[in-house]
């Protein structure tokens, strides 16, 4: 099996080739009609192509695709035999919040702006761009900062409390 999802300006696609033993390729293709990221497709498409594989009651089924690593590693069927290449215990980078400065959260500067139109003492014009740009995306209720996703989910913004 060979599967594939994108998602672009034209809409969102998901699509998988079967190919049997015998060399037969039986295409697939789905247009989603709803929003979602480049890796919901792509697992979209997987979960797509295993249940058509279901259907027509394939016993072995090999796949290919940019998930495909992912669901080898997790049956445990993949592991790398290069020495060269380490596994690592925790992601190279991550972003954690362990002291604030000045006591304020990391968004005090766009909250600000949202609510009085107003920038931080001592910002560059530069600074000033980027905060009004940043401002676009958030919205406070009461206390609380959102974020408002592509998809229109509701993102909190929490600080290091």
């Known amino acids: ?3 594939n999802g994108a998602v672009n300006l034209s809409g969102n696609g998901i699509g998988a080739v079967l190919v049997s033993q015998d060399g ?13 990221t480049n890796n919901v497709a792509e697992y979209e498409a997987c979960v797509m192509g295993l249940q058509a594989t279901i ?3 394939v016993r072995k089924l090999e796949v290919y695709g940019d998930s495909a ?17 380490k596994a690592k ?24 702006y949202i609510r009085t139109r107003e920038f931080p003492s001592g910002v560059s014009k530069n600074e000033r761009r980027m905060i009004r740009r ?6 406070p209720s009461g206390e609380i900062l959102y974020k408002r996703s592509f998809n229109g989910e509701l993102l909190r913004c929490v600080d290091a409390k």
Not at 96 to 111: A, R
Request: glycine fraction near 4%; hydrophobic fraction near 40%; charged fraction near 25%.
């Open 1 to 3: 099996m060979y599967f």
């Open 24 to 36: 037969k390729h039986f295409p697939i293709a789905i247009k989603l009609r709803f929003d979602c």
């Open 55 to 57: 259907d027509m009651k």
């Open 69 to 85: 690593l992912i669901i080898y590693q997790v049956k445990g069927e993949w592991q790398t035999k290069d020495p060269k290449i």
């Open 89 to 112: 215990s925790k992601p190279a980078y991550y972003f954690m919040i362990e002291e604030e400065p000045n006591g304020k959260p990391w968004y005090h500067d766009i909250l600000l």
């Open 134 to 139: 940043l401002a676009l995306g958030y919205f």
